[in-house]
T-cell receptor, first 115, second 114 residues
């Protein structure tokens, strides 16, 4: 069964600190993995995309890693800011063989950055 | 740039009522999607479309219908609202799924069925 599991469910950190969010998946055949940021009351916004051959990708203070062998990804946030408070969703795309790949969403990690 | 626009943002329905959630995008994307997000759960795909005139079912299509008469618009219809349809609904659009940009999501419609 295709699944995406994220940990922790929620996290509270102080402004300026770093944190790492985890994503484990059992999706096959794997196409790509994306991290989305979802602010409260808004739709998700794409942060990064990683394909099978990519190990690390950065987007400003966000760095995503992918280990395709262990089927794990992490999202590292450096020097956190209050605006980083949001839900971070890991989304894995499975090749469906049809017109569109199947997207499997994790339930997200709710991050709260406190002053 | 408007992106993906959903209306309404909030709605309360009585059991058995019908309504249409509107979604429009101005990015000329071929792919459009409707998801629902229940508390503590990941997004679930209701319906999707790969172009005007083409729609297909996702994971949880029961109780919903869609149409795609134009590239821009992808309305979601609830015919007989049930409490189980209380959720936040997101419309999204994208280029083919393997493109780097990912999907663009609307702001969501919070629907309560009482």
């Amino acid at each position: 069964k295709n699944q995406v599991e994220q940990s922790p469910q929620s996290l509270i950190i102080l402004e300026g600190k770093n944190c790492t969010l985890q994503c484990n998946y059992t999706v096959s055949p794997f196409s790509n993995l994306r991290w989305y940021k979802q602010d409260t009351g808004r739709g998700p916004v794409s942060l990064t995309i990683m394909t099978f051959s990519e190990n690390t990708k950065s987007n400003g203070r966000y760095t995503a890693t992918l280990d395709a062998d262990t089927k794990q990804s992490s999202l590292h946030i450096t020097a956190s800011q209050l605006s980083d408070s949001a839900s971070y969703i890991c989304v894995v795309s499975a090749r469906s063989g049809g017109a569109t790949n199947k997207l499997i969403f994790g339930t997200g990690t709710l991050l709260a950055v406190q002053p | 740039n408007a992106g993906v626009t959903q209306t309404p943002k909030f709605r309360i329905l009585k059991i058995g009522q019908s309504m249409t959630l509107q979604c429009t995008q101005d990015m000329n994307h071929n792919y459009m999607y409707w998801y629902r997000q229940d508390p503590g759960m990941g997004l679930k795909l209701i319906y999707y479309s790969v172009g005007a005139g083409i729609t297909d079912k996702g994971e949880v299509p029961n109780g919903y219908n869609v149409s795609r008469s134009t590239t821009e618009d992808f309305p979601l219809r609830l015919e007989l609202a049930a409490p189980s349809q209380t959720s936040v609904y997101f419309c999204a659009s994208s280029w083919p799924p393997d493109r780097a940009q990912g999907a663009f999501f609307g702001q969501g419609t919070r629907l309560t069925v009482v």
